[in-house]
């Protein structure tokens, strides 16, 4: 019954949509350029050409190069290292912190759950972005903070979603069922209730990991964290963004079109997840 | 006389992802005066989609197949959106079950009273306040000034039934169509609110045509009572002809299954077997599934109504 | 009005969880705040100066006391890089902030709205699957990229925008006195016209930069609530009454809708605040986010952990606002409160 439900979900997901795969399939040669970026890069990303400065977009150099005559396209490809790392890690350690929080707010209540709660709400009670730049001022200017920070500002999102499902799971049938036979609280919540909430988390972190790139990006983009010459696409905007007012439009618009299609592919491939999960839940 | 509201041969589909949904067949009811007209059958028999086609206000799924519905002459199916908007509310209202939802959450009753005077009535703005507590008055309720104020979240579901009524009786409709009205109330207030339908039908001459799948509250209110079962009407006659000489093998399991004063729980019997799935192919005679009188010329198209006095219609080939 | 006060008070621990936020942040970290508050040009003998004089010898909750102290006295501290104190500074920037963070609004709301109601009047058909196309794309730009594309096609390429040179171009213009602090209103206050048109188009591009992002959630949650609310039991009661289709979508349904659209406003203030530092980035905007990030970059300690303070008691204000508004729409709120 179940299965055959899943199924058609699935042909619903990916055969009616095949926009999500087409953002699976993005994603993972941005992922591709993530693990090879260094050594699939035509060039040294690093590699200053002193005679061939801010040259438009050709055939030796398809994304153009920048100020220093770096190749565009180098330096888009190792960026995704740098990009999808951080968010990658930021909503993985996010999603483990946020679930075993919620999870222990909502299986125990109680004090825990006030403390849990009452900590989500002083977090959310800020502009979020306007935090992180709080936090990674505060703990300094580094990579490691940002992804510290933009774990922080994503927290609030799984803690609650994961409080939500375990207060209602907990007194399901299979759970009441597994308590009675003699089972102890965290086994019950390991064992029975966290792997039946794992699928619709996984929905989250991938509507959230666009998010989280926008959000380690911005920071860039404002000079926090990462520094030149570092390709990240954030900062590679930020370069290019002094070379507008004399229209050499492909130092910033590459990067940031990186980051748009990394952003749009995550959002699709939540959007198609969800689905896949629940159909009724579209909007 | 004429007839206020005739629907002939009326067929309805809905044509779904799943495929056509052959809602109602060849239904046919005629209303006038101020009678009580009930229709009774199981749930999903097709009653409420009757009620909004007679409105014009039927999903967008829906198809109407065949067959004609006049109401004082005008002819319901082929009108313009405009001329049927004129009728909503001024010479057709409806009245909900679950009163509560029925009714804007965040309108102060009084208000919604007065969106349908000041749209059908051409009430001055200077009387709308007066009339639309007239309008309450006219219902029974207490107070009336300050329930006009009131939210509908402030009332219990009797009096929001009281409301509705009053929203429905503000023009003086010559047809009430009351789908289920007591559905989700105690029984003390489904009286109450009974007897207030009743009352007012009598004294407005207005027709009312009274859905529901309570065949003992039919009994008790309507002057006569259609059956419907899965899309079809099967059987129409005056209530006492109807509970005591049940002439379709339906309308007589419904019966079994209705508790009266003189019957104990026990007595009662349920209905065997289940509606037919109203999507694909349906036999002539859609009861013939859950029927033990059924003979192979049950199958026969065209399923012939049999007139068993000038009142007394059943659509069966071997009434009781 | 009891409600009002409720609500009021409703705020206290969300500003109380904010202030020790902000001490936490900047007294209670690793590393040596004072060296922070000191500056990147300071000495040991400086720092221990400086450490003296915040009391950062004391200990932890004696500091949390004084900071307490301070701030009733709205004392935030001085910047290092202005030499003034934060609060002047701050405020003296917040009506900029502020005046483009109500345009992105308005702009946000003028579009997402109407899109949102008109897709649910028509599910499934071309124009629904056009607003939700255009809104997913919209979600995914980084606002300070979508900043600079604009300004590079419609003032690099097409000539349409003004130089992005902030508020207004003060060599063509001058300031028009104070009173607000908001060009806008300023300019309009002193019948200035061609001020109050200079300043309007220095706000467009900044203003629909930073609300496009915020297209998304407002549009998304008008479609689902309008869609949800034409579908209720009193819509069906509307068309039954023979009410028109106007006042059936606006009065009946649309009002219906504006609650859970107030809700989401909460989640699009704290967007709106956020990128708003971006934008201002772009644009040599001379807001508090410019301002934040001239101080991030230079240390200035008490400059960042002012600015952190307003946005987030903004913020809490601004959800406060929304929750009342929602309470005028709503009588069944006013009633539980
Ligand atoms: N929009 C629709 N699309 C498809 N099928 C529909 C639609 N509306 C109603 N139906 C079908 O029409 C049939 C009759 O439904 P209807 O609501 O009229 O039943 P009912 O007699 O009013 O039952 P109840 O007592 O539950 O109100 C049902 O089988 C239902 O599934
Ligand atoms: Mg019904």
Redesign the interface.
């Known amino acids: 019954m179940r299965d055959t439900t899943l199924g058609r979900n699935i042909v619903h997901a990916f055969g009616e949509n095949r926009l999500t795969l087409v953002a699976v399939g993005i994603l993972l040669l941005l992922l591709l350029c993530a693990m090879f970026g260094q050594s699939l890069a035509p060039y040294d990303p690093l590699t200053t050409d002193g005679a061939a400065k801010l040259s438009s977009p050709s055939s030796t150099h398809p994304f153009g190069t920048d100020a220093l005559g770096r190749d565009i396209l180098s330096r888009v490809m190792v960026a995704a290292r740098l990009d999808l790392g951080m968010a990658i890690s930021a909503v993985v350690l996010s999603f483990t912190l946020g679930l075993t929080l919620g999870a222990v707010a909502g299986y125990f209540g109680g004090w825990p759950d006030r403390i849990v709660g ?1 900590l989500m ?2 977090i ?18 580094t990579e490691l903070n940002i992804i510290l920070a933009t774990m922080i500002i994503n927290l609030p999102f799984y803690s609650r979603f994961a409080r939500g499902e375990v207060n209602v799971r907990r007194e399901m049938g299979y759970v009441e069922a597994a308590r009675m036979g003699g089972n102890k609280a965290l086994p019950v919540l390991i064992n029975h209730i966290i792997p039946n909430i794992l699928p619709p988390m996984m929905v989250q972190a991938s509507l959230n990991m ?1 998010w989280a790139i ?1 959000n380690a ?2 920071l860039s ?4 964290g990462v520094r030149p010459p570092t390709p990240e696409w ?1 900062i590679m ?2 370069e ?2 002094s070379f ?2 004399s ?1 050499e ?1 492909w130092t ?2 590459f990067p ?1 079109a990186a ?3 990394a ?2 592919c995550f ?2 491939l939540g ?1 198609g997840l969800r689905d896949l999960l629940d159909p009724r839940r579209r ?1 | 006389m004429t007839a206020q509201l005739q629907i002939e041969n009326f067929s309805l589909v809905f044509r779904t992802r799943q495929g056509m949904v052959r809602a109602l067949e060849d239904v046919s009811l005629w209303i006038t005066g101020s009678e009580i007209v009930g229709v009774v059958g199981e749930s999903g028999s097709g009653k409420s989609v009757l009620a909004y086609a007679i409105m014009g206000l039927q999903d967008a799924a829906a198809q109407v197949t065949g067959g004609r519905i006049t109401f004082g002459g005008m002819d319901m199916l082929g009108a313009s959106e405009e001329a049927l908007v004129d009728v909503r509310g001024r010479e057709i209202a409806m009245i909900f079950q679950s009163p509560r939802t029925a009714l804007n959450p965040i309108r102060r009753v009084g208000r919604q009273i007065e969106d349908i005077l000041s749209q059908h009535a051409n009430v001055p703005a200077s009387k709308l306040r007066s009339q639309a507590i007239a309008a309450l008055e006219r219902v029974h309720i207490p107070d009336p000034e300050r329930r006009y104020k009131a939210y509908p979240f402030e009332l219990s579901g009797g009096m929001c039934q009281r409301v509705m009524i009053a929203m429905a009786l503000a023009c003086s409709p010559s047809l009430l169509i009351a789908d289920e009205p007591t559905t989700g109330l105690d029984v003390t207030t489904q009286a109450v609110i009974m007897d207030l339908i009743r009352e007012m039908s009598r004294s407005s001459r207005m027709a009312t045509l009274l859905i529901t799948h309570d065949l003992a509250l039919a009994g008790e209110y309507c002057d006569r009572i259609a059956v419907m079962h899965a899309g079809h009407l099967v059987e129409i006659a005056p209530v006492a002809e109807l509970l005591h000489h049940p002439a379709h093998p339906y309308t007589r399991q419904l019966l079994a299954a209705t508790p009266t004063p003189h019957s104990s729980i026990e007595d009662l019997v349920s209905i065997p077997g289940q509606l037919p799935d109203l999507r694909g192919d349906l036999p002539a005679c859609r009861f013939s599934g859950r029927c033990e009188r059924h003979a192979p010329i049950c199958d026969e198209r065209p399923l012939p109504w049999a007139t068993l006095s000038p009142t007394h219609h059943v659509r069966c080939r071997s009434p009781l | 009005m009891s409600f009002v006060w409720k609500r009021l008070l409703g705020t206290v ?3 109380a ?2 202030i ?3 001490f936490l ?2 007294h209670a ?3 040596d705040p004072a060296a ?1 508050f000191a500056g990147p040009a300071a000495n040991a003998v400086s720092i221990a100066e400086v450490r003296a004089k915040l009391g950062l010898d004391q200990s932890l909750p004696l500091q949390f006391l004084h900071y307490l102290g301070d701030l009733a006295r709205g004392d935030l501290g001085h910047s290092l890089t202005t030499g003034q104190p934060v609060v002047t500074d701050l405020l003296q920037r917040l009506p900029a902030s502020m005046e483009l963070t109500f345009f992105a609004l308005v702009f946000a709301v003028a579009i997402a709205i109407p899109m949102g109601v008109w897709a649910a009047t028509r599910p499934d058909s071309l124009v629904d699957h056009v607003c939700r196309a255009t809104v ?2 919209a ?7 979508v900043g ?2 604009l ?2 096609v419609f ?2 390429l097409l000539d349409l925008a003004p130089e992005p040179v902030g508020r207004l171009n003060e060599i063509l213009y001058t300031v028009p006195p104070h009173v607000t602090g908001m060009y806008t209103l300023d300019s309009l206050i002193a019948g200035d016209w061609p001020v109050l048109a200079a300043s309007l188009a220095q706000l467009v591009l900044p203003a629909i930069s930073l609300g496009l992002f915020a297209l998304a959630p407002i549009a ?1 949650i008008t ?2 609530a309008m ?1 949800q609310s034409l579908g209720s039991d009193f819509t069906r009661t509307a068309r039954a009454s023979g009410l028109k289709r106007g006042k059936i979508l606006f009065t009946y349904a649309f009002r219906n809708a504006l609650l859970p659209v107030s809700n989401v406003l909460g989640m699009v ?7 708003n ?2 934008i201002e ?2 644009y040599g905007w001379q807001g508090i986010g410019a301002y ?2 001239n101080a ?2 230079a ?1 200035d ?1 008490a400059a ?2 002012g ?2 303070l307003m ?2 008691v903004l ?2 204000l601004l959800n406060l606002l929304v929750d009342l508004a929602g309470t005028l729409i709503d009588p069944r709120v006013r009633f539980e409160a």
């Open positions: 009452r709400d002083t959310m009670a800020f502009p979020l972005f306007v935090l992180a730049m709080g936090i990674v001022a505060a703990l300094g200017n666009g926008l990006a911005g983009f404002i000079g926090l954030g905007v930020s290019g963004a507008i007012i229209g439009w910033f618009v940031g980051l748009v299609l952003v749009f959002n699709l959007d909007i | 621990p969300s500003l969880g904010v020790v936020v902000t942040l900047s970290l690793p590393g922070y997913s794309v979600a995914a730009f980084p606002t300070f990229f600079l594309l300004v590079y003032y690099f998304r479609r689902a869609l203030f704290s967007f709106l605040l956020g990128a530092v971006l980035q772009v934040a990030v991030v970059l240390s300690y960042v952990q600015f952190v946005m987030a913020y809490v």
